[in-house]
């Protein structure tokens, strides 16, 4: 910022008292867009604005949040049960994935930590999974895995403060003595400092007092059916939900969402607002008109004679051809 | 003699079972310790070390300096040392057997040996007697003989140890280990006992090493840091680097976190006396040109020494890089590697990647085993299943894909596998597979869970 820190301190004495005029909170009043001044300029030229807030592209799950989760602070992502870790990984990677699609050509890896044990329990991190739902190549994972919890604990500590990380995912057990405050503190200090997010992934855990400013937990919501043409597929898997409680936020009250994740645009849609494809009620190829009739087939119809005159019509053949083609498949 | 012999003669006497392993195992560690001497250090049967001194013996102050410092350091450790320096390993093993403690003198070979008996050749038992037999005993009366008939007569070996020895025919020895490019040590007059202390020693040796570097116009990719202890313990560092390295601060945090993780292993004992680092693997440095502005800061030199510092503290496994491999089966289609600078190999292989049907995000390193209670049979997805103890309800599935065994893999065939895409009752999302056929003669098909989907 080009303010002054005593213009700053005033200017948010004033927002302080906006917001109680407002009868709101400080954090969720809209930003002050005069940002134009601390952009830094960068190699090439380009601009390079601070980002502090990872937006996830669910209106309402955003806008609860103030804009988005925060974007140089450690996050708390919670499962209840070792079994949902599917799904709280998948949240937690789905909000690193974007980091690295917007930083471009010159991407810093993603560091994963976690110990042996949590590794076993829940399985190794999957190239071609993460690839097709996150956009995670080859070159943008790393996997830390050492025996012991407080050797991860310091893994984690020293890559909180790198720059040359796009984010520190930590994969952490239960409730373990060694994560208290302090612990969280220094790590959310260091994400701070060196402006990206550190995502505390605790597995088979209840809340606990954390210096993390915002806790999510996640749980496992049903996929929507796959989208065909023809409407949804009955009985298929399609993108992933998730349902996301607001835990711990000081912006939003405990909330819950269904979260939709679109692996192709990779960002997340809001499960209820999701519209019908429009429907298309018009022929899909031209009748040909004007034509002879098609040469009748060969041999004779034994069975279903009654049924046999109707199909004679050129047009009606030709829907129902189309309407077979893309009948959905019975999965299984 | 026998033990009953002995004992008859000393009741007191201690009987201790000979044991070959134990007696190896010393002789490594003195070999070690030899180490501060010379690099090149070989064994010499089961008793006896080589040291091959070439160029060496200035740092000690002369050749007989080296003798008696090698000797009072050996007595104070409580070995009893018999050594002979000479131009020749042969005539030095001579004058160590037979004379002891003796500095055998350029061109003094010949008179050295001349006095000496067979033995003193190193031949074997066999020829040795059967020269004593036709009355040859000295190495002197050996030397007078005429070589041909020698020759003909007791094989090409005896005239080959006698040139070795006379230094006519050169003679290596196979020292144990390579010899590091560039070493730089530190005789210490007091022992150092502290971490600290090493630290920055450490540091002092890794600034002396880094003109040698530059000089040669390289980084060290392994550097090994020799700790000896006063009394005869030899400490090897190790520490590897993901890219080449030359400065000296990031040398020593290297081996600072190495120290830090093993500090219960090192043990200190009475202090190290000497301290050497040596670069045993080094590589072409390539210097950048940074840019006035300085924001171009080089992210991957940060990445490259967060990930040596990890790999020094907790091994080569603990940070790993994920690579797609070459497998169309599951579990082997990514590889962990340890980090290292982006390979070429992986960005193609990385282009290829994008999958055809969903793929889990986290993988089972061990597929774990799955009790299905009902399934469409024969080839439909399970309705029910139970797995660690929980059961779990399908409410939808996607499925079969068929994956075949790698048929060109020798060993037990395995049975095919069809993938079924599982969401139970709760939303959550499974990958399980059918490993066999229902109907199939191999018995009943079994299932396994392997991934967990977003």
């Given at each position: 910022m080009a303010l002054s820190a005593v213009a700053q301190e005033t200017v948010l004495a004033l927002r302080r008292k906006i917001a109680r005029l407002e009868a709101t909170l400080p954090e969720r009043l809209a930003a002050p867009t005069d940002t134009a001044d601390a952009v830094v300029l960068r190699r090439h030229g380009a601009a390079r604005p601070e980002r502090l807030l990872l937006p996830t592209g669910a209106q309402a799950f955003d806008d609860a949040l103030g804009g988005g989760v925060p974007g140089a602070a450690l996050t708390e992502i919670h499962g209840?049960?070792?079994?949902d870790a599917g799904a709280a990984t998948g949240f937690a990677l789905s909000l690193a994935g974007p980091i690295l699609q917007r930083t471009g050509a010159a991407r810093a890896p993603i560091l994963w930590i976690g110990t042996t044990e949590i590794f076993r329990e829940t399985g190794l991190p999957y190239l071609p999974g993460l690839c097709g739902h996150f956009g995670i190549a080859s070159g943008d994972l790393l996997v830390a895995e050492v025996p012991k919890l407080v050797d991860a604990l310091w893994i984690a500590e020293e890559a909180a403060g790198l720059k040359a990380l796009s984010a520190v995912l930590l994969e952490i057990q239960g409730y373990p003595s060694k994560l208290d405050l302090t612990a969280t503190r220094r790590l959310h200090r260091r994400a701070q400092a060196a402006g990206r997010p550190v995502f505390l992934l605790r597995q088979a855990a209840m809340a606990e007092p954390t210096a993390a400013p915002v806790r999510l937990v996640v749980s496992p919501a049903s996929a929507s059916p796959r989208w065909t043409l023809n409407g949804p597929l009955a009985g298929s898997i399609g993108p992933p939900g998730f349902k996301v409680r607001i835990d711990k936020s000081r912006t939003a009250p405990p909330r819950q969402f269904t979260l939709e994740w679109n692996a192709d645009e990779h960002i997340f849609t809001d499960r209820r607002k999701q519209a019908l494809p429009p429907q298309d009620h018009g022929a899909v190829v031209s009748l040909s008109q004007h034509r002879a009739d098609p040469a009748p087939a060969p041999g004779t119809l034994l069975a279903f004679r009654a049924g046999g005159g109707k199909a004679a019509s050129p047009d009606k053949s030709s829907r129902e051809e189309h309407a077979a083609h893309r009948r959905p498949r019975r999965a299984g | 003699m026998g033990i009953a012999d002995a004992r008859a003669m000393h009741p007191a006497i201690e009987i201790v079972e000979a044991d070959p392993a134990a007696d190896r195992r010393l002789l490594e560690i003195l070999a070690d310790w030899c180490d501060r001497y010379t690099p090149l250090v070989a064994f010499d049967g089961t008793d006896g070390l080589f040291l091959d001194i070439t160029g060496c013996a200035h740092l000690l102050g002369g050749e007989k300096p080296l003798l008696d410092d090698l000797h009072a350091r050996f007595f104070r450790q409580g070995f009893d040392v018999r050594a002979g320096l000479a131009s020749t390993p042969g005539a030095a093993w001579a004058a160590a057997h037979f004379l002891g403690n003796r500095i055998v003198a350029e061109g003094g070979e010949q008179g050295l040996l001349a006095a000496l008996p067979l033995a003193a050749l190193r031949l074997d038992p066999a020829t040795r007697s059967e020269l004593e037999s036709v009355g040859l005993r000295l190495v002197g009366m050996l030397m007078q003989a005429p070589r041909a008939p020698l020759a003909r007569r007791f094989g090409k070996t005896l005239l080959i140890r006698l040139d070795q020895a006379l230094g006519q025919l050169e003679e290596t020895i196979s020292p144990r280990l390579p010899v590091a490019p560039l070493s730089v040590e530190r005789q210490l007059a007091e022992p150092i006992l502290l971490m600290e202390g090493i630290e920055s020693l450490t540091l002092l040796l890794a600034r002396s090493l880094k003109a040698d570097l530059e000089r040669r116009n390289e980084g060290a990719r392994i550097l090994q840091l020799l700790l000896f202890r006063v009394d005869g313990m030899v400490s090897r560092i190790t520490v590897s680097t993901s890219r080449p390295l030359r400065e000296p601060h990031l040398i020593g945090r290297l081996f600072h976190e190495k120290l830090a993780a093993m500090e219960h292993g090192l043990d200190a004992g009475c202090g190290f006396d000497l301290i050497r680092l040596s670069v045993l693997s080094s590589v072409p440095f390539e210097g950048q040109q940074a840019d006035l502005a300085s924001s171009m800061e080089d992210k991957s030199e940060d990445l490259a020494l967060f990930a040596d510092r990890v790999r020094a503290r907790h091994g080569d496994r603990a940070i790993m890089r994920c690579q797609p491999a070459e497998s169309h089966i599951p579990e082997r289609a990514v590889s962990f590697m340890p980090f290292t600078e982006a390979g070429g190999k992986a960005e193609i292989l990385a282009a290829r990647m994008p999958a055809r049907s969903p793929r889990p995000i986290r993988l089972f390193a061990h597929p774990e085993p799955v009790e299905v209670i009902a399934a469409e049979i024969p080839e439909g997805p399970p309705a029910r299943f139970r797995w660690r103890r929980a059961l779990y309800e399908v409410a939808r599935a996607e499925g079969p894909e068929r994956i075949a065994p790698e048929w060109w893999r020798a060993g037990p065939e395995e049975a095919t596998r069809d993938y079924f895409h599982v969401e139970d009752a709760d939303g959550r999302r499974y990958w399980l597979f059918r490993q066999g056929l229902y109907g199939a003669r191999q018995g009943n098909p079994r299932w396994f869970m392997q991934g967990l989907f977003a």
């Open positions: 209840a049960q070792i079994r | -």
